[in-house]
């Protein structure tokens, strides 16, 4: 079993940043890679970006390209989200997820963290 727990959200102004983290605990060492999704209220959750497990391979949604920047610390078995210029349409619960297998299936989510921008 893989435990993910998300930390950072908050409120922000609209052009603001925040940094969001994603603690990874268990059996980590058999996780291929590490998604962050969203979902705002009465909308579909959606993709924003992920990471591989290694760190040495990116991919986010065109909504947040050049926006958000998607890393990981092996170290400490963290990946962040830090987003910047941020806009009211940003505001969502946001999920970290990881993936055993290469794919859009993901095994194990977090509780999610609220992030709100306000104009």
């Known amino acids: 079993q893989v435990q993910l727990v998300e930390s950072g959200g908050g409120l922000v102004q609209a052009g603001g940043s925040l940094r969001l983290s994603c603690a990874a605990s268990?059996?980590?060492?058999?996780?291929?890679?590490v998604g962050w999704f969203r979902q705002a209220p009465g909308k579909e959750r959606e993709f924003v970006a992920y990471?591989?497990?290694?760190?040495?391979?990116?991919y986010y949604a065109d909504s947040v390209k050049g926006r958000f920047a998607i890393s990981r610390d092996n170290a400490k078995n963290t990946t962040y989200l830090q987003m910047n210029s941020l806009k009211p349409e940003d505001t969502a619960v946001y999920y970290c997820?990881?993936?055993?297998?290469?794919?859009?299936?993901?095994?194990?989510w977090g509780q999610g963290t609220q992030v709100t921008v306000s104009s």
């Open positions: 997820a990881a993936a055993v297998k290469l794919g859009l299936k993901y095994d194990y």
């Open positions: 268990g059996r980590t060492l058999s996780m291929n890679h």
């Open positions: 990471i591989t497990w290694s760190g040495s391979s990116t």
